[in-house]
Nanobody, 125 residues
Framework: QVHLVESGGGLVQAGGSLRLSCAPSGRTFNTYAMGWFRQAPGKEREFVAVINWSGGSTYYADSVKGRFTISGDNAKNTVDLQMNSLKPEDTDVYYC??????????????????WGQGTQVTVSS
């Protein structure tokens, strides 16, 4: 069984920064891409960013472009999310995710077959 484990969430003031990290536990596995989603209570899970190991391309939600940076290590299946200039509307539970086949639907949670348990990010105004 493969699990992803997030770390680095917490409470920060608006304008501040946080860095989230994600690493696998359990058996080794191969991934095509790893990314981050976020979800507020009662809302759908929302795409944040993804990194494709093939070519290293990255994609971001419009709401975080220029503020968040995704990076990772394909060999270790680890991924980080550097979040700068945080806003109160970034407050959510952030989930690490991975999928093991090529897909154009990188922004859809249904594409991902591995998930973490989530880490809370709270941005105070």
């Amino acid at each position: 069984q493969v699990h992803l484990v997030e770390s680095g969430g917490g409470l920060v003031q608006a304008g501040g920064s946080l860095r989230l990290s994600c690493a696998p536990s359990g058996r080794t596995f191969n991934t095509y891409a790893m990314g981050w989603f976020r979800q507020a209570p009662g809302k759908e899970r929302e795409f944040v960013a993804v990194i494709n190991w093939s070519g290293g391309s990255t994609y971001y939600a419009d709401s975080v472009k220029g503020r968040f940076t995704i990076s990772g290590d394909n060999a270790k299946n680890t991924v980080d999310l550097q979040m700068n200039s945080l806003k109160p509307e970034d407050t959510d539970v952030y989930y690490c995710a991975a999928h093991d086949q090529s897909s154009a639907w990188y922004f859809s949670p249904r594409t991902y077959n591995y998930w973490g348990q989530g880490t809370q990010v709270t941005v105070s105004s």
